[in-house]
């Protein structure tokens, strides 16, 4: 951080506290750090939540907007094409959205699985990703769920997670713990994919 700002994380935290920003709204912060402190748009953002997390306005996952979030990738010896379409086979979908009758991708709304998941397709984009609203069954509210496929090279490609909204750190971490053994599951299988 020094080398791209000028100043250590601590300094900052002494500037900003001196200025009178301890209280003050994530955005009031950046806008002063990128208008008064001639900080990039990424800088400003990255020195403001550090700072937030330094004096402990936020946690690790806690965003300004999508309440916390987690994001879990791995890359699997497996062709992108290859995953993809295991993604979306019944196989794939019982991976993400657990047991939903009648095929998932050939219905709308929000399909409950036979585990009590619930999802809603928001976004394919072939070859790509998922999007989808989501739910486990006690939870109150909906998350965003997000799955991708990158290939990285020849026979590699990696398998990403990105969910949103979910309810605080402990949802959290919970969910960071399901989707890590989730992509486990695939590693182990990855001979089948082929």
Same mark, same amino acid.
């Given at each position: 951080? /020094?080398?791209?700002?000028?100043?250590?994380?601590?300094?900052?935290?002494?500037?900003?506290?001196?200025?009178?920003?301890?209280?003050?709204?994530?955005?009031?912060?950046?806008?002063?750090?990128?208008?008064?402190?001639?900080?990039?748009?990424?800088?400003?953002?990255?020195?403001?939540?550090?700072?937030?997390?330094?004096?402990?306005?936020?946690?690790?996952?806690? #965003?300004?907007? #999508?309440?916390?979030? =987690?994001?879990?990738?791995?890359?699997?010896?497996?062709?992108?094409?290859?995953?993809?379409?295991?993604?979306?086979?019944?196989?794939?979908?019982?991976?993400?959205?657990?047991?939903?009758?009648?095929?998932?991708?050939?219905?709308? +709304?929000?399909? #409950?699985?036979?585990?009590?998941?619930?999802?809603?397709?928001?976004? =394919?984009?072939?070859?790509?990703?998922?999007?989808?609203?989501?739910?486990?069954?006690?939870?109150?509210?909906?998350? #965003? =769920?997000?799955?991708?496929?990158?290939?990285?090279?020849?026979?590699?490609? $990696?398998?990403?997670?990105?969910?949103?909204? =979910?309810? +605080?750190?402990?949802?959290?971490?919970?969910?960071? $713990?399901?989707? /890590?053994?989730?992509?486990?599951?695939?590693?182990?299988?990855?001979?089948?994919?082929?």
């Amino acid at each position: 951080m /020094k080398g791209k700002t000028g100043r250590s994380l601590e300094e900052w935290t002494v500037l900003l506290d001196a200025e009178g920003f301890r209280e003050r709204p994530h955005k009031e912060i950046a806008a002063y750090l990128s208008s008064k402190r001639g900080l990039s748009p990424w800088w400003s953002q990255e020195v403001t939540v550090q700072y937030e997390k330094n004096i402990g306005r936020r946690i690790t996952g806690q #965003t300004e907007s #999508t309440g916390f979030q =987690l994001g879990v990738s791995r890359t699997l010896p497996v062709p992108a094409p290859q995953l993809w379409r295991w993604l979306i086979s019944d196989a794939g979908v019982s991976w993400f959205a657990g047991s939903v009758p009648g095929g998932y991708f050939t219905r709308d +709304g929000v399909m #409950t699985s036979r585990e009590g998941i619930q999802s809603e397709l928001r976004v =394919l984009k072939q070859d790509s990703h998922l999007r989808m609203r989501w739910k486990l069954p006690e939870w109150d509210d909906f998350s #965003t =769920l997000q799955i991708r496929v990158s290939p990285k090279g020849g026979n590699k490609t $990696t398998l990403s997670i990105h969910q949103e909204k =979910l309810s +605080g750190q402990k949802a959290r971490e919970d969910m960071l $713990t399901y989707w /890590k053994r989730k992509i486990d599951e695939i590693q182990q299988k990855t001979g089948e994919l082929l």
